[in-house]
């Protein structure tokens, strides 16, 4: 079935590590986002990817690193500069000719 | 920028009722596209349904339809014949039909919905 996994769904981090979440689709489509979710705040863009091997910073990037060496493929890399890391993140895709953008399941991200 | 504002952050149906959420929004662009999407307890982000600023119709899907008023800039969600199933959290988005860095989604906070038995 296509779709975008997310993996793994519960994280847990100590303070100072780095830690990657996994994002995959196999819907070919050629835009991705990477979304935070607070309690009380929506959904906040951190980075988006339009082509392969190209990103860009979205509202809250800081903290935050990507990387788009595939089209299926865009992971994130929540850094120790991320000041609050606890949050849900969602990981998103768009084809070309589609105006909406399809979810993965999210990953919940806890510091202890 | 354009912003998105949901101004009830949590509400209650009898099932089988009607339900309207509310959400304004506020830009200067003349075209874009407003979507409903629906949060249930797994968390799993589903799309409702889609708006384009162009057409003048209000799009329906099944129970679901929207009041859409581009002069008021208001774009509000109907549901008839509430199901329980239909408890999530609902959130309205918007976007530019620019490309390049306005092409992402603007949403607003979120209304809980509650689906009274």
């Known amino acids: 079935d296509g779709g975008i996994t997310q993996s793994p769904k519960y994280l847990f981090r100590k303070e100072g590590q780095n830690v990657t979440l996994s994002c995959e689709q196999n819907?070919?489509?050629?835009?991705m986002y990477w979304y935070r979710q607070d309690p009380g705040q929506g959904l906040r863009l951190i980075y988006y990817?339009?082509?392969?091997?190209?990103?860009q910073k979205g509202d809250i990037a800081e903290g935050y690193s990507v990387s788009r060496e595939k089209k299926e493929s865009f992971p994130l890399t929540v850094t120790s500069a991320q000041k609050n890391p606890t949050a849900f993140y969602l990981c998103?895709?768009?084809?070309?000719?589609?105006?909406?953008?399809?979810f993965g399941p999210g990953t919940r991200l806890t510091v202890l | 920028a354009q912003t998105v504002t949901q101004s009830q952050p949590e509400m209650s149906v009898q099932e089988a009722e009607t339900v309207t959420l509310s959400c304004t929004y506020d830009?200067?662009?003349?075209?874009?596209?407003l979507f409903w999407y629906k949060q249930p307890p797994s968390r799993q982000m589903i799309l409702v349904i889609r708006?384009?600023?162009?057409?003048?119709q209000n799009a329906t899907e099944n129970r679901f339809s929207v009041n859409f008023q581009k002069a008021a800039k208001s774009f509000s969600l109907k549901i008839s014949d509430s199901q329980l199933g239909d408890a999530a959290m609902y959130f309205c988005?918007?976007?530019?039909?620019?490309?390049?860095?306005?092409?992402?989604?603007?949403f607003g906070t979120g209304t809980l919905l509650a689906v009274q038995p």
């Open positions: 998103a895709s768009r084809g070309q000719q589609i105006n909406e953008q399809f």
């Open positions: 819907l070919n489509h050629d835009a």
């Open positions: 990817s339009q082509i392969v091997n190209d990103f």
């Open positions: 830009t200067s662009e003349s075209d874009y596209y």
């Open positions: 708006q384009e600023a162009y057409k003048q």
């Open positions: 988005a918007y976007r530019s039909v620019l490309g390049g860095a306005t092409n992402k989604l603007i």
